[in-house]
């Protein structure tokens, strides 16, 4: 199986075509459910099938479809970070550790701007810590006083009170911002302005994760540590990257834009004459991840952007970071685009782009153990920028490289770093992406286009075929007491959504909690209905609301009460054919009308003496029989109990005499 060039132009799912000159380029194209979406086969390592071992762990690999097996109420609209804490979570105010675990299939869209916390509240988290020595408030700045290497601290790595109570407050931090993301989870954004700001999110420990269509910025840290022995000149080290993939497999990254928001690496200022750093990595995957694809994604104005494998000290992560990357467009950024430890990485189609030197480093890391097969790249370098900068190696040694250009001259970037390095890389790889998947390679003139138009959040029209916004408001209706009569706990609520953006999901909730969830088909503006049968309900009364959604947005319906007052079986009445008073004779039970029971208990004295399961056929009359048979002569006193799920009835007590 061998990669093919064709001049057709190959998109991953759910992408648009370039824009045609033709007339019908002038209507807007159609919105698309990112949330149902998998991805396809052939798509990268993420579609691969088979074994794998994330940080040991044996698992085998189906591809990777994220939650689009999620069951209807497991379907959300979050446009708050509380709301997305606890759609991860699979509950309200569920801890990282619930979000961790969860393995239920969910599917997430994210409308508008979620941010996780200002940069400037760093202070609120700060000021939670007291420095034990001085018994003071935390601040940062009298931690970079006291551990200036040209002071009496010097060059040696940060300990004691101010240390220990930075840590304190960057673990305050990471409960508010650090997020983590379980398994069989979608999260997507809608439309072009969705944002995840000021967040962490940890896919960890979790297989089969597709997220798409989001900014994701400003993974920003307030309390980043010195390292003085970080290089010759020390180091600002921050904590926080704005994805990892961490022990983790079958991810796909699709169509995301990841940068700094509002602190571009280009406004740190500078401390201890290094930049105070308060940024990882845009899009790290380490700890034996394994099986990413990242496709369409855009990655910009960022020093450490994407790093594959997290050690040299990790000799468990050889098989795994095995990781695809396509079409994806870094632009003035540092280095690790991407920097990789042990994987098999595949680059193809992807375009980097530097308007000028800035912090450039280098883009392809080759580190230990790692094996890098890379084709049909493009590079735009600034001017005066050499082409064997591209590459640098990390304790790697190979790494395979074919169809690359540089400014749109084709260019052979391996040849161009052994030309001066002190250990060479070998043009090998130890493996062939097409023995593994079917790929289609672009042109590599056509790349810089293709991908100009294609990568980051916001190209794919994302929402849903059946609606343009938010689903209008639902008005309900119930049944109950129709056609019986009878307010016996069984009856349907009804939501009518008369006119107006249709759902594609609407929700019980009773009392409050969740009790159904149905998938709607919608035919906007026609009018939607959606029918949720309820039953067993015991006398009370029960307040329903429906809540319609849509990727767009929710709506909440008015509040619809139902009263249920006849769900026990009605009164019965005894009789008995005891004439001859001889001892032998038949207690019968009449319900003549009202709500049947489904067990039936007789008492003498007592005491039960018989037992039966009833049919219920409400409101029809029920009649059970009981034979009596060698009682002595006396006086006997018998109750009937009927019963159904709702509770039970007794009947008057009927009295019955034996004289001889």
């Given at each position: 199986?061998?990669a093919?060039?064709?001049?057709?132009?190959?998109?991953?799912?759910?992408?648009?075509?370039?824009?045609?000159?033709?007339?019908?380029?002038?209507?807007?194209?159609?919105a698309?459910?990112?949330?149902?979406?998998?991805?396809?086969?052939g798509?990268?390592?993420?579609?691969?099938?088979?074994?794998?071992?994330?940080?040991?762990?044996?698992?085998?690999?189906?591809?990777?479809?994220?939650?689009?097996?999620?069951?209807?109420?497991?379907?959300?609209?979050?446009?708050?970070?509380?709301?997305?804490?606890?759609?991860?979570?699979?509950?309200?105010?569920?801890?990282?550790?619930?979000?961790?675990?969860?393995?239920?299939?969910?599917?997430?869209?994210?409308?508008?701007?979620?941010?996780?916390?200002?940069?400037?509240?760093?202070?609120?988290?700060?000021?939670?810590?007291?420095?034990?020595?001085?018994?003071?408030?935390?601040?940062?700045?009298?931690?970079?006083?006291?551990y200036?290497?040209?002071?009496?601290?010097?060059?040696?790595?940060?300990?004691?009170?101010?240390?220990?109570a930075?840590?304190?407050?960057?673990?305050?931090?990471?409960?508010?911002?650090?997020?983590?993301?379980?398994?069989?989870?979608?999260?997507?954004?809608?439309?072009?302005?969705?944002?995840?700001?000021?967040?962490?999110?940890?896919?960890?420990?979790?297989?089969?994760?597709?997220?798409?269509?989001?900014?994701?910025?400003?993974?920003?840290?307030?309390?980043?540590?010195?390292?003085?022995?970080?290089?010759?000149?020390?180091?600002?080290?921050?904590?926080y990257?704005?994805v990892?993939?961490?022990?983790?497999?079958?991810?796909?990254?699709?169509?995301?834009?990841?940068?700094?928001?509002?602190?571009?690496?280009?406004?740190?200022?500078?401390?201890?004459?290094?930049?105070?750093?308060?940024?990882?990595?845009?899009?790290?995957?380490?700890?034996?991840?394994?099986?990413?694809?990242?496709?369409?994604?855009?990655?910009?104005?960022?020093d450490?952007?994407e790093?594959?494998?997290?050690?040299?000290?990790?000799?468990?992560?050889?098989?795994?970071?095995?990781?695809?990357?396509?079409?994806?467009?870094?632009?003035?950024?540092?280095?690790?685009?991407?920097?990789?430890?042990?994987?098999?990485?595949?680059?193809y189609?992807?375009?980097?782009?530097?308007?000028?030197?800035?912090?450039?480093?280098?883009?392809?890391?080759?580190?230990?153990?790692?094996s890098?097969?890379?084709?049909?790249?493009?590079?735009?370098?600034?001017?005066?920028?050499?082409?064997?900068?591209?590459?640098?190696?990390?304790?790697?040694?190979?790494?395979?490289?074919?169809?690359?250009?540089?400014?749109?001259?084709?260019?052979?970037?391996?040849?161009?770093?052994?030309?001066?390095?002190?250990?060479?890389?070998?043009p090998?790889?130890?493996?062939?992406?097409?023995?593994?998947?079917?790929?289609?390679?672009?042109?590599?003139?056509?790349?810089?286009?293709?991908?100009?138009?294609?990568?980051?959040?916001?190209?794919?029209?994302?929402?849903?075929?059946?609606?343009?916004?938010?689903?209008?408001?639902?008005?309900?209706?119930?049944?109950?007491?129709?056609?019986?009569?009878?307010?016996?706990?069984?009856?349907?609520?009804?939501?009518?959504?008369?006119?107006?953006?249709?759902?594609?999901?609407?929700?019980?909730?009773?009392?409050?909690?969740?009790?159904?969830?149905?998938?709607?088909?919608?035919?906007?503006?026609?009018?939607?209905?959606?029918?949720?049968?309820?039953?067993?309900?015991?006398?009370?009364?029960?307040?329903?609301?429906?809540?319609?959604?849509?990727?767009?947005?929710?709506?909440?319906?008015?509040?619809?009460?139902?009263?249920?007052?006849?769900?026990?079986?009605?009164?019965?009445?005894?009789?008995?054919?005891?004439?001859?008073?001889?001892?032998?004779?038949?207690?019968?039970?009449?319900?003549?009308?009202?709500?049947?029971?489904?067990?039936?208990?007789?008492?003498?004295?007592?005491?039960?003496?018989?037992?039966?399961?009833?049919?219920?056929?409400?409101?029809?009359?029920?009649?059970v029989?009981?034979?009596?048979?060698?009682?002595?002569?006396?006086?006997?006193?018998?109750?009937?109990?009927?019963?159904?799920?709702?509770?039970?009835?007794?009947?008057?007590?009927?009295?019955?005499?034996?004289?001889?």
């Amino acid at each position: 199986m061998r990669a093919r060039l064709t001049l057709v132009v190959t998109l991953a799912a759910g992408a648009l075509l370039l824009p045609s000159t033709t007339a019908s380029a002038t209507s807007p194209p159609p919105a698309i459910d990112l949330g149902h979406e998998v991805l396809p086969p052939g798509d990268g390592w993420a579609s691969y099938e088979g074994p794998t071992v994330p940080d040991g762990k044996p698992t085998v690999a189906t591809g990777t479809t994220g939650g689009a097996a999620a069951d209807p109420a497991q379907v959300y609209v979050v446009d708050t970070w509380q709301e997305l804490r606890d759609a991860l979570a699979g509950k309200a105010g569920g801890s990282q550790t619930d979000a961790r675990s969860n393995t239920v299939p969910r599917i997430i869209y994210v409308t508008g701007t979620i941010t996780a916390f200002d940069p400037a509240t760093c202070d609120d988290f700060a000021s939670q810590v007291t420095v034990s020595d001085t018994g003071q408030p935390f601040r940062m700045a009298d931690y970079i006083a006291y551990y200036d290497p040209a002071g009496p601290w010097g060059k040696v790595k940060p300990s004691g009170p101010l240390e220990n109570a930075r840590i304190a407050a960057a673990a305050i931090q990471a409960t508010k911002t650090l997020q983590h993301v379980g398994s069989n989870v979608t999260l997507v954004g809608v439309g072009d302005d969705a944002q995840i700001v000021g967040a962490s999110m940890r896919i960890r420990d979790a297989h089969n994760v597709i997220v798409r269509n989001l900014t994701i910025a400003d993974a920003y840290d307030c309390f980043p540590v010195w390292d003085p022995t970080d290089t010759a000149v020390g180091n600002w080290n921050s904590a926080y990257d704005n994805v990892s993939v961490w022990t983790s497999t079958s991810v796909w990254v699709d169509h995301n834009t990841f940068n700094d928001g509002a602190h571009p690496h280009s406004a740190l200022p500078v401390v201890f004459g290094r930049p105070f750093e308060t940024h990882d990595g845009l899009l790290d995957i380490t700890h034996g991840s394994d099986l990413v694809t990242v496709s369409y994604n855009k990655l910009e104005q960022h020093d450490k952007t994407e790093l594959i494998g997290s050690s040299d000290s990790r000799p468990q992560d050889r098989g795994q970071h095995r990781v695809t990357l396509h079409h994806n467009h870094w632009i003035d950024i540092g280095q690790r685009a991407p920097r990789v430890r042990f994987g098999d990485v595949h680059l193809y189609d992807n375009l980097y782009t530097q308007t000028a030197e800035g912090l450039f480093q280098y883009y392809w890391g080759a580190g230990i153990e790692s094996s890098i097969y890379a084709e049909s790249n493009a590079f735009e370098l600034a001017p005066g920028v050499d082409p064997g900068r591209i590459i640098t190696r990390w304790a790697g040694t190979q790494l395979f490289e074919t169809g690359s250009t540089v400014n749109g001259q084709p260019t052979d970037i391996l040849a161009a770093f052994n030309a001066t390095a002190p250990v060479p890389l070998a043009p090998t790889a130890r493996w062939n992406p097409a023995d593994v998947y079917d790929y289609t390679l672009d042109p590599v003139a056509d790349v810089p286009e293709i991908v100009r138009a294609q990568a980051g959040a916001g190209v794919v029209a994302s929402g849903t075929p059946v609606a343009t916004a938010a689903p209008g408001v639902a008005v309900l209706s119930d049944d109950n007491g129709q056609g019986t009569g009878l307010f016996d706990g069984s009856y349907t609520v009804t939501a009518n959504l008369y006119w107006g953006q249709n759902a594609t999901v609407a929700k019980l909730y009773e009392n409050g909690v969740l009790v159904d969830a149905e998938w709607l088909t919608g035919t906007t503006p026609a009018r939607q209905t959606v029918k949720f049968p309820i039953t067993g309900r015991v006398d009370g009364t029960y307040t329903y609301v429906v809540e319609l959604l849509n990727p767009y947005g929710t709506s909440t319906s008015r509040p619809h009460t139902v009263v249920v007052k006849d769900a026990a079986p009605a009164l019965a009445v005894l009789s008995d054919d005891n004439r001859d008073g001889d001892g032998s004779f038949t207690v019968t039970t009449n319900l003549w009308w009202g709500t049947n029971a489904t067990h039936y208990a007789l008492y003498r004295d007592g005491v039960m003496v018989d037992e039966q399961e009833l049919t219920a056929a409400t409101p029809r009359r029920q009649t059970v029989t009981t034979v009596v048979t060698g009682l002595e002569p006396g006086t006997y006193r018998f109750v009937a109990v009927l019963s159904n799920d709702a509770g039970s009835t007794s009947t008057a007590e009927r009295v019955v005499t034996v004289r001889s």
